[in-house]
């Protein structure tokens, strides 16, 4: 899409909604010149900015921008021929009709919903023609006369049904097939993974006595809510056009599912698979935190540690509290910043006083570890500095991480590097490739990991392995100000009530590299889930100043599927 077309529907929609430029720039925190830059088709905003217009208009992102990749489509126009005309083999080996397009099907369905539905759609169609061939014969055997014409009648319908079918997904993407029952439904496009637990569980209900109904039940349930879970996340992301996702998930302290979807990389369609490493952007304060913890729990450090009294700290906090970063905003300079009050987003103001979330001072601590720890503060910016290290035996060892790095310089985890996978964004409707992140472990983010080892990191840490039950403790209630104020964070994550349930969680944004990340735990649910993705569509847009876990597209559904009373 050119900039104009875009222009033209934001006109278009914000005139509908009575909305001027002004009320507009009101209700999304977007400048009154960038609206007016973006109407008269000068600049094509972020993706960032396209959600905060279309949730202000109240309509959906792809009424503002619809996506148009041509090698994509190229690419998905060959996929569709396949799948519709592979069954014409069927006539020369039979049953092959049902079962090529069947493998295309399973092969395809998770990386676009344009697939799962087409693929439905012709196995469907040749599951019923094939019965309805058999009827035939049938009736050709004890019919006369008409049982002739019903045989005969058959294979050239189905023929016909199939070729128009062909040439409408060449010009298209619709479909018709005509008398088809729907042996395979939507609710069934789970994972073959998932479908045959489900299957050995329904065999097992009629083995087992009375006495484990009730267990079954729950498993079954259980299972039923995954693929609920796993439908929404693939309508997900084709809605925000996300390249590739990264999704696990922990039940009772237990893996229950990991699975990736998409691609990695967009050239050369390189598939994302649950190895695959993500950049996890502020998500990666969920290891900071813990990690400080672990050299506290240590003895090598204490939470009440000056972080100020570091070398060039007044003169950093000083250009931080003048340059009109939000980071800076009523920053005071010649007070005594604990370690605790960076872990816990209490600096700004005050300190210690409220919670203002603040990245940059969590990225200040790399180079506080390396004055702890008697190097110059610029060690933090060399390869394997002292933080990436703690990370790694304090977290990423015991927990077995071995598909996850703090930084990127370890020598010892260098495949994980080639392995991550590249972010994106959208502009003049095109997929573009982000810049790289930064190599060293600064703080505020840093490392990489895929969404299978954040779950088995949540699970070491709730078996004891890395901090004791003391320190652990910490982790688990909202921090408590000087003031006696408790506010949503809790040494590396957020800590809400949402409906008087307890969510403990932490997302991730990195708009410059591409990625977003979401960690989401409900500890009265015995539940964990991580989603990982490549671009920018996981994120809502949290405030600094609290939580809104609650507006998390992600936390909606998955709050919902896997009801806490099930």
């Known amino acids: 899409m050119k900039n104009d077309i875009f222009a033209e529907r934001l006109i278009y929609q914000r005139k509908l909604k009575g909305y001027s430029q002004e009320k507009l720039a009101d209700l999304t925190n977007v400048t009154v ?3 007016q830059r973006v109407e008269k088709g000068e600049v094509q905003p972020q993706l960032r900015t396209v959600k905060l217009l279309a949730a202000a208009l109240e309509i959906e992102v792809d009424d503002l921008l619809q996506l148009n990749d041509p090698r ?4 998905q126009k060959k996929w569709l021929l396949l799948m ?25 369905k998770d990386d676009n919903v344009i697939y799962d539905n087409h693929g439905r759609a012709v196995i469907n169609f040749q599951i019923s023609m094939s019965l309805l061939s ?15 014409f019903f045989f005969i009648a058959v294979i050239p319908f189905v023929i016909l049904v199939m070729l128009a079918n062909v040439i409408s997904v060449l010009h298209s993407q619709k479909y018709f097939y005509p008398l088809s029952v729907p042996f395979i439904r939507q609710k069934r496009s789970a994972t073959s993974s998932t479908l045959f637990p489900l299957l050995l569980m329904s065999t097992l209900s009629m083995l087992l006595p009375p006495t484990s109904e009730a267990t079954e039940h729950r498993k079954t349930t259980f299972s039923t809510q995954l693929q609920q879970f796993e439908s929404f996340l693939l309508n997900y992301k084709n809605k925000h056009h996300i390249p590739g996702l990264s999704v696990a998930i922990s039940k009772d302290g237990n893996m229950v599912y ?28 969920l290891f900071v935190g813990t990690t400080f913890l672990s050299l506290v729990d240590n003895g090598e450090l204490s939470l009440d540690d000056p972080i100020s009294a570091m070398p060039e700290f007044k003169q950093y906090c000083e250009w931080l509290a003048g340059s009109g970063i939000v980071f800076g905003k009523n920053l005071q300079c010649d007070q005594t910043f604990k370690l605790k009050h960076a872990l816990n987003h209490v600096v700004n103001g005050k300190v210690d006083s409220a919670f203002s979330y603040n990245s940059i001072f969590y ?18 910016k060399g390869r394997h500095n002292e933080l990436a290290q703690a990370i790694t035996e304090a977290i990423l060892i015991p927990a077995k991480m071995n598909n996850s790095m703090a930084g990127l310089w370890d020598p010892n985890r260098q495949d994980v590097y080639f392995r991550k996978a590249r972010g994106y964004g959208i502009e003049d409707n095109q997929y573009v490739m982000r810049r790289e992140p930064q190599r060293h472990m600064a703080g505020g983010a840093g490392v990489s990991a895929t969404a299978s080892d954040i779950i088995k990191f949540d699970m070491a840490l709730e078996a004891g392995t890395i901090l004791s039950a003391n320190i652990k403790a910490l982790t688990e209630q909202p921090y408590r100000t000087e003031n006696g104020t408790t506010i949503p964070y809790a040494y590396g994550r957020y800590i809400q009530y949402v409906n008087d349930e307890k969510i403990i969680w932490h997302g991730g944004w990195d708009e410059e590299a591409g990625f977003t990340a979401v960690y989401l735990k409900f500890p009265q649910r015995n539940l964990t889930i991580v989603v990982l993705a490549n671009n920018e569509g996981l994120w809502w847009g949290n405030p600094l100043d609290k939580a809104e876990i609650e507006k998390s597209p992600v936390f909606q559904a998955a709050a919902k599927i896997f009801n806490a009373s099930d």
């Open 33 to 35: 010149r960038t609206i």
């Open 72 to 75: 994509q489509e190229s690419l």
């Open 84 to 108: 519709h005309a592979s069954p014409f083999i069927g006539f020369v080996l039979p049953l092959l009709n049902i079962f090529l397009p069947l493998f295309l099907w399973i092969h395809k």
């Open 134 to 148: 058999v009827l035939a014969f049938i009736g050709l055997v004890t019919i006369e006369g008409y049982g002739f």
């Open 258 to 285: 990991q699975k990736a979807h998409g691609v990695s990389h967009i050239s050369g369609q390189v598939p994302v698979t649950p190895e695959t490493p993500f950049w996890i952007a502020s998500v990666s304060k």
């Open 363 to 380: 990225s200040r601590l790399s180079r506080f570890l390396e004055a702890k720890r008697g190097n110059s503060i610029d060690a933090a």
